[in-house]
């Protein structure tokens, strides 16, 4: 809304750009508490179709239940929350009634730090590639060799350079994004758009300060959609590092219940691993969309 006020006796009106409405506000905030509440109903919907066919296929002994249990078999198991501890005994408890607690924040704690200590070390090592070209040939080489080894790879020289605990299943991530992440790096940089450090140069700008102020800026995008693309490989890491050597976690209760072949562990496990998958994901593509608040989806 735009009006005018004067400045003084006979001085022309200036105008003057009012704050929004609270009622506009309470309408936006509306509008996304219905995309959210639709999103949630779709998501239901869509994983209640899935757990309907199972329990039908069970029911009619389609499947054979010892094999693959139906949901609400393997849910029931969450009854038997004492043995999530068992591969470490003496592990500080998260949850106090709720014991797999302890297996999600062990299991978040590790993927969350490995997922920054890579974007901050591959940020910088990419920059430095970007901005030095001796740096460039000296790294990317190396860099690019190592980067198609699979995360799981590096478990048996995780274990036996860290042991057996959390910084396994951290190095873990952290070597399963950094090389992907260094690369992507220099390539973002190397795409910015010319008119924006032709621009930054004809207003005086020195080199140092179109990399801190133009180059990284304008990569930052497609880093973040690098980061969540790479999420759930980090995701499926630290769960095999966690099956493999570390021993905690929910990758570990996936492990438990192999080896005492219950098979509702087993899925309880697997679906405690997907849910919190989705969790994580959900909120990072939240964190994007507040970070990146200039960018919008495409429709069609």
Known sequence: MIGRVATGPGAAPVPRIAAAPPARR????GRRLVETAQAGAWWVLSVGIVVAVWE????LKLIDPVILPPPHEFIGEIRNQAQFLMPAVGVERTGAN??????IAASLQRV???LFLAFVAGVCTGGLAFYFGIVRKLTLPTVTLLAPIAPVAWIPLAIVAFGIGDWSAIFVVFVGIYFTLTLATVKAMTNVERVYLDAARVLGARRPQVMFYVVLPASIPALFDL???NLFGAWMGVLAAE???VNTGLGAIVM???QMMNMNLTFLGMAMIGLVGYLLDAAFGQVQRRVL????????
């Open 26 to 29: 309470r309408r936006a905030a």
């Open 56 to 59: 039908a296929a069970a029911a």
């Open 98 to 103: 709720f014991v797999a607690l302890t297996a």
């Open 112 to 114: 969350l730090l490995g």
């Open 227 to 229: 980061v969540r693309m």
């Open 243 to 245: 099956m493999v050597g």
């Open 256 to 258: 438990v219940g192999r």
């Open 293 to 300: 608040w200039w960018r919008r989806a495409t429709e069609i």
